[in-house]
């Protein structure tokens, strides 16, 4: 690690008070070394891994870290804060901040390097060190395991010396890591774990690290497969076979999933395998004692994953609906640009064509668009299933989809349309969480997941629907929809601000879903009302605004962005007439404060005026390429037009209101104002 960190990458009294800002002071030592080529760039992929889950960890550490092609060769800077600084964790600011840079193409010997350090943070005699030592040169010499001026003694535990023991191969909290199948009654509960992040250096082997060490003090054998960049070293079959439970602590799939079929599991978030992992024991040890296990192949994780056990119920709920939302979407998109397709062709008297089965002229344009709506309406039938069922998957996993596709259909038999589907989906999730509670005799436990479990909660999901909750929702899904097709004048115009404001907010995160899915509800109906067109019609423009705005801020003002910036807003122009309002998040994640309360009043005002001009929309995605389906379609590129200048405009003065810091100096031979414009915060 000697060529990795340095006293010139220390800085004992880090002043930033930010995490952007702390990132910034760090990595501008890496520039001054070369380490790093691109300043803005490098920071600015720094902040897009921050914006895929923060980096602070219980203990007062940061540990901001990403690749970056602008990274030149492995680096790692270190600051301490007397103040502490927000990078997001649930104990409080961080006075030990890492700032770790791996280049794109990392080999893996520096990175089982930096994976050994991320060990070594779940030390507390090495970060109390830290947080004493004196002097840059010192706090590096701790950093890489040696005393300054003399080698590290042989056998001591720094992460130089343990290396080659922390690679990412298998860990192991017992001797020799092997099956010891004499030990009879008395042998220790064993628990097999897998640990991955995002990235792939840092967390990964925290949690690894964290889950080891409370095995020990639980006085139960934990073996842990580290999933990290540099690759993985499969645990022995033998050791899998041999476990009594499985933890997996990761955030992105587990790779090989099915190796660790049959056991009981506990599947948390890599997070909770670094802040909470003597919980996670005794929720396995827990559900071992009850018998429950996992049955087949398990599939990958969903998109969104249900709610770790620490998290609260509103966080849970969230990530449930999410779970649901994000298997809907495509079908919300396949279904409805095939309907809007056969009404563009056809006429809107198409819903009224015989069955394709029985009627199609090859040569008719009225069969295709005949063909093409009735395609899209079964699309659109499974919405309300779909829905139902990955709610349910989202809480309970595989056994919640049966119950959980039942009670949608259901939910569309009795016309409960999407709040049927939400409530079906909830229910059967906690339907089949209550079953899993139950302790089941061994003899039975093999037909529990694809016999009684699909049985008994399908059968009680179906009384509910049908005799006790059905009807009462019923009626609060045709309330809904008839308020929607009520709404004129000032009110439809202050609805399109919101679901405007809503679009824009976190660019395809929960709230800008919660709006989408609003206004696909609204149209996922044979014959929805103007109402619901005007929403769809407005929400669809509102989520245009932000890349497209982003795209000609870098046109009109390439100076005020990095030219890692620059590039990105090429592609914006084609995310944003594409209706993808995740264009804008690399803009948003490197300048939150600017960026987002622009896009925000740039898509309430196209909104807005997308209510006021009356512009109507079938298709519920497309973007510029379904205008032509669009009633209105001029005034809706007005509206669009005017969002998307005012959040330039916006964006553009608030950039432009940005003061040099004191002392800073344009770059030698370089533009005076991206000079000065690269040496402030990421965020101010």
């Known amino acids: 690690m000697s060529d990795m960190i340095t006293a010139d990458l220390v800085d004992l009294d880090l002043s930033a008070d930010t995490k952007e800002a702390a990132a910034r002071a760090l990595a501008e030592r890496m520039v001054a070394l070369g380490r790093v080529t691109d300043l803005d760039g490098f920071l600015a992929d720094v902040a897009a891994r921050e914006a895929q889950m923060p980096t602070g960890l219980d203990g007062g550490i940061g540990i901001p870290h990403c690749r970056s092609e602008h990274v030149t060769e492995p680096t790692l800077a270190f600051g301490r804060s007397a103040d502490g600084i927000d990078f997001g964790a649930a104990d409080g600011p961080a006075d030990l901040i890492f700032l770790i840079a791996a280049p794109a193409g990392a080999d893996d010997a520096h990175l089982t390097i930096l994976s050994s350090l991320a060990r070594q943070l779940m030390n507390t005699e090495f970060t109390d060190a830290l947080r004493a030592v004196g002097d840059a040169a010192a706090a590096a010499a701790l950093i890489r395991g040696d005393e300054p001026g003399e080698p590290a003694e042989a056998g001591s535990e720094d992460p130089v010396a343990s290396a080659g023991a922390a690679s990412p191969a298998a860990a192991t909290v017992t001797d020799d890591g092997t099956d010891d199948s004499t030990a009879g009654e008395d042998r220790p509960f064993r ?56 933890i997996f602590a990761h955030d992105v799939p587990v790779r090989e999933k099915e190796r ?102 090859w040569l008719q344009a009225d069969s295709w668009a005949a063909l093409l709506f009735q395609i899209g309406a079964v699309a659109f039938g499974f919405l309300v299933p779909v829905l139902a069922g990955y709610i349910a998957y989202g809480m309970a996993d595989r056994p919640g989809l049966v119950p959980g596709f039942v009670g949608g259909s259901i939910a569309l038999t009795i016309n409960a349309g999407f709040l049927g589907g939400l409530a079906a989906g909830l229910i059967a999730g906690g339907v089949v969480i209550a079953i899993q509670k139950v302790k089941i005799p061994a003899a039975l436990r093999g037909i529990m997941p694809v016999v009684v479990i699909p049985l008994i909660s399908s059968a009680i999901v179906g009384f509910l629907m049908f005799v006790v909750i059905g009807k009462p929702i019923a009626s609060a899904q045709k309330g809904m929809t008839d308020w929607l097709n009520g709404l004129s004048g000032s009110n439809a115009i202050l609805l399109g601000a919101l679901l405007g404001l809503m679009m824009c907010f976190d660019l395809g995160g929960p709230v800008n879903k919660v709006a989408y899915t609003f206004a696909t509800a609204g149209i996922a109906v044979s014959s929805p009302g103007d109402s619901a067109m005007k929403i769809m019609a407005a929400v669809m423009a509102a989520g245009m605004v932000p ?25 914006a122009w084609v995310l944003g007439a594409s209706f993808i309002s995740e264009g804008a998040i690399p803009f948003a994640a490197a300048d939150p404060l600017r960026v987002i309360p622009a896009s925000m009043a740039g898509g309430a005002i196209t909104g807005a005026l997308s209510m006021a ?11 510029i390429f379904v205008v032509p389906l669009i009633g209105n379609p001029l005034l809706y590129l007005v509206a669009i037009a005017a969002g998307v200048c005012v959040t330039t405009a916006l964006v553009v003065v608030l950039k432009g209101l940005r003061k040099p810091a004191p002392g800073a100096a344009p770059a030698p031979g370089g533009d005076t104002a991206a000079a000065a414009e690269k040496k402030q915060p990421v965020a101010a």
Not at 300 to 309: F, I, L, N
Not at 331 to 360: C, Q, R
Not at 613 to 623: E, I, N, Q, Y
Request: net charge negative; aromatic share 6%; hydrophobic share 45%.
């Open 191 to 246: 628990i097999v774990a897998v640990t991955s992040c995002p990235t792939g250096i840092a967390h990964t082997y925290m949690a690894a690290e964290s889950l080891e060490n409370a095995g020990r003090e639980a006085g139960v054998e934990v073996t842990v497969e580290p999933q990290g960049s540099a690759g993985f070293t499969r645990l022995d079959p033998a050791v899998i076979a041999a476990a009594d439970a499985v």
């Open 260 to 361: 660790f079929a049959g056991k009981p599991t506990v599947d948390v978030g890599v997070k909770a395998g670094i802040n909470r992992p003597a919980e996670l024991i005794a929720e396995v040890r827990e559900k071992a004692a009850r018998g429950e296990v996992t049955s087949g192949s398990a599939p990958a994780t969903p998109v969104e994953r249900s709610g770790d056990s620490g998290e609260g119920y509103g966080t849970k709920l969230r990530k449930w609906l999410m779970s649901g939302v994000s298997y809907m979407v495509p079908f919300v998109a396949a279904g409805g640009l095939l309907i809007a397709l056969g009404f563009a062709i056809g006429g809107y008297e198409v819903d009224k064509a015989p069955s394709v089965m029985d009627h199609f002229m």
């Open 613 to 623: 001009f009356g512009a109507t929309l079938r298709a519920p995605h497309g973007g």
């Open 547 to 571: 890349p497209l705005a982003m795209a000609l801020a870098t046109t009109v003002r390439g100076k005020l962005f990095t030219p890692t910036e620059r590039e990105n807003g090429k592609a």
